[in-house]
């Protein structure tokens, strides 16, 4: 029983905690907080939320545009970092034809930091003001906020209906 213990407290922690040291790091550089809600933002910087995402190789994984919120991603072994916009989030994922985990790629997708090139930050000084510049351009499409709630609203109505559809079959 003790070798089971010790062998699951050795284990590499699951992939949706991979990113907790860097979502650290940001608050650290910016003066953001940690999101207490995770399914709005990862952390919270003068009232915007923002998903923040560590990339170890060139992948950056579940990608969720459906939030409409600023994407930060870190790359420890070059110890860079990058904001991108709501907006150009959604308009990188909308090249897609399926998400990672699912059929839309709004609710999850993969995005290469080769496509985040434009979007690479000068210095670790310059992270605050930028995540802020990134918030007030997504604000300014409005369409695309509209467009990625209404996104949101049909994937619970679609979940809804199957999960009736085939509880009924029980």
């Not at 860097?22 to 399914?39: I, K, N, Y």
């Not at 991603?73 to 907006?87: C, G, H, I, M, N």
Request: proline fraction near 4%.
């Amino acid at each position: 029983m003790l070798r089971t213990i010790v062998a699951l407290m050795s284990m590499p922690p699951g992939i949706s905690r991979l990113g907790r040291d860097a979502e650290r790091r940001f608050c650290d550089l910016t003066g953001a907080e940690l999101c207490a809600t995770p399914a709005l933002g990862d952390a919270r910087l003068d009232g915007h939320y923002v998903e923040v995402k560590k990339a170890d190789g060139n992948t950056i994984n579940q990608v969720r545009a459906v939030k409409y919120i600023s994407l930060v991603v870190y790359r420890p072994e070059l110890d860079s970092w990058f904001v991108v916009p709501a907006d150009e989030t959604v308009r990188l994922v909308a090249r897609k034809t399926r998400g990672q985990h699912s059929e839309n790629p709004f609710e999850s997708a993969t995005l290469s930091i080769r496509d985040l090139a434009d979007f690479r930050v000068q210095s670790a000084s310059d992270l605050r003001a930028e995540t802020l510049a990134a918030a007030t351009r997504s604000e300014a499409r409005q369409d695309l906020r509209d467009a990625m709630a209404w996104v949101l609203a049909e994937c619970r109505g679609l979940a809804d209906e199957a999960l009736e559809r085939v509880r009924k079959l029980f």
